[in-house]
């Protein structure tokens, strides 16, 4: 029998085979391993085989991801740096990214201000969870999805607003800023429709640049809003780091490419260049 693990409780997994979950142990598969999102062969007690993963993430331990939603809001303060390196994530391991403003009801200006940055990034979705307001979210959903972003910006909230029932353990706003401590600690996958699941993670909420495997040639290229730029500078290995004759800048002084994006990769740049002397 086929399966789906959306659990693991040590070495005890909860897989959905058909419309029930049931909890395996694992038979002889040290040497693969087992993680959430992996999908299985099952007998009577035990999963007997793991089929072959389209991609594996790390930390958190998810497999076969299809889509990140990467959470922002406008409060705890926005790591938009930490959304860059997501969005190149999501491109290096096949996965589609999704941007996504919760707390839309703390205003509508910072919804357009990230829509205006990162239009051409990725697709830019918001919501609300205050009154359950995850539509956009829920046509986003599809195959293994999971969410992404830091630690308060809502992602739980997202999962029991979509499900309607509390779920995914929330954490108190005032208490986590204070400690900086995460609420979410397990990955799991909620199936909020049949065949679609969400991934609740506390993981991705820091991601080194080490991770993202890419060198500074290739970290242009997931600047797609540089592009059609970047074909009018004067060296085609032009890094757009430095004023002459730098199309990419000069677009980025008129306004017509997002500063913040630039500003961005400008830092992500230096911390390659700094990996590259260790
Ligand atoms: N105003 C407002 N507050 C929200 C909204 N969604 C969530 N919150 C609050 O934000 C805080 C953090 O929510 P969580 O869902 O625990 O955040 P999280 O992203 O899961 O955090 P970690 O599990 O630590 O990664 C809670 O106090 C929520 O009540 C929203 O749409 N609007
Ligand atoms: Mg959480
Ligand atoms: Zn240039």
């Known amino acids: 029998m086929n399966g789906l693990v959306i659990k693991k409780n040590s070495d005890k997994f909860s897989v959905l085979v058909g419309e029930k979950v049931q909890i395996f142990s694992a038979r002889n598969l040290k040497d693969v391993g087992i993680f959430v999102g992996d999908k299985v062969e099952v007998d009577e007690n035990a999963i007997s085989k793991v089929k072959e993963r389209k991609n594996l993430l790390i930390r958190p331990p998810l497999a076969n991801v299809?889509?990140?939603?990467?959470?922002?809001?406008?409060?705890?303060?926005?790591?938009?740096?930490?959304?860059?390196?997501?969005?190149?994530?999501?491109?290096?391991?096949?996965?589609?990214?999704?941007?996504?403003?919760?707390?839309?009801?703390?205003?509508?200006d910072f919804v357009n201000f990230v829509k205006e940055n990162y239009k051409k990034a990725c697709k830019v979705i918001s919501c609300s969870t205050v009154n359950d307001e995850v539509f956009e979210v829920k046509k986003e959903i599809y195959g293994i999805t999971t969410l992404a972003g830091q630690s308060a910006v809502g992602k739980s909230s997202i999962i029991n607003a979509l499900l309607k029932e509390n779920v995914a353990v929330i954490g108190d706003f005032s208490k986590k800023v204070e400690r900086g401590k995460q609420t979410t600690r397990i990955v799991e996958l909620y199936e909020i429709e049949k065949g679609k699941f969400l991934a609740d993670t506390a993981g991705f909420s820091k991601l080194s640049e080490e991770l993202l495997n890419v060198d500074e040639y290739e970290l242009k290229a997931y600047y797609p809003e540089f592009l059609k730029f970047a074909e009018k500078c004067k060296y085609k290995s032009c890094l757009h780091l430095h004023d002459q004759d730098c199309e990419v800048i000069n677009a980025v002084k008129s306004g017509k490419i997002s500063k913040l994006r630039y500003e961005n990769y400008k830092i992500l740049q230096e911390n390659l260049k700094l990996m590259k002397k260790f």
Do not use: Q, R, W, Y
């Open 66 to 108: 299809d889509k990140m939603i990467i959470v922002i809001s406008k409060t705890p303060k926005p790591d938009f740096l930490l959304v860059d390196k997501l969005i190149i994530f999501c491109v290096v391991h096949a996965i589609t990214p999704v941007l996504c403003v919760n707390k839309s009801d703390l205003g509508e």
